[in-house]
């Protein structure tokens, strides 16, 4: 499976932003995928993600703004993210696994090249 982010870009806080993540491959081996992020001198962390149930999965700093969503027919899942903040800023890992769901997403095995995301004030 190979993965391709895309959709990063500058804004202000307040605006929106929707992130692309195109599965290729092997895309029928997939069972969890989703979002990460790293902002600079900070560890990667989970942003979000789809659980063993089917529903989503969000880190409390954007519950609410953000919405993961997925359209199987083209192997994408989107980020949309509205009313973003200066802490947002971070580069956005699209990241996919044959095992594991979003409670496991620390250990996901395939990752795509990441996509900047900046928001300033």
């Known amino acids: 499976v190979q993965l391709q982010a895309s959709g990063g870009g500058s804004v202000l806080a307040g605006s929106s932003l929707r992130l692309s993540c195109v599965a290729s491959g092997s895309t029928f081996s997939i069972t969890g995928i989703g979002w990460n992020r790293q902002a600079p001198g900070k560890q990667l962390e989970f942003v979000a993600g789809?659980?063993?149930?089917?529903?989503?999965d969000y880190a409390d700093a954007v519950e609410g703004r953000f919405t993961i969503s997925r359209d199987k027919s083209k192997n994408t899942v989107y980020l949309q993210m509205n009313n973003l903040k200066p802490e947002d800023t971070a580069v956005y890992y699209c990241?996919?696994?044959?095992?594991?769901?979003?409670?496991?997403?620390?250990?996901?095995?395939?990752w795509g090249q990441g996509t900047q995301v900046t928001v300033s004030s």
């Open positions: 789809f659980n063993s149930g089917g529903s989503t």
């Open positions: 990241a996919a696994d044959p095992e594991y769901y979003s409670d496991l997403m620390s250990l996901y095995r395939t």
